[in-house]
């Protein structure tokens, strides 16, 4: 969970510094960068928990 909260927090700070340097185009860039953030985070807990869970 506080995965979850660190992202919402850097989202919202670059998200208000990219909307002030890029204008709204700021704003989607965070979002995308954020989200991809979050699959990477979600694969790299699914790869470990397979790793652990694997009988090699």
Do not use: Q
């Amino acid at each position: 969970m506080s995965k979850y909260i660190t992202a919402a927090i850097v989202a919202f700070v670059f998200g208000i510094l990219g909307t002030e340097l890029l204008g709204p185009w700021g704003f989607f860039i965070t979002v995308i960068i954020v989200t991809l953030y979050l699959i990477y985070e979600e694969l790299r807990e699914i790869k470990g928990e397979l790793k652990r869970n694997s009988k090699f």
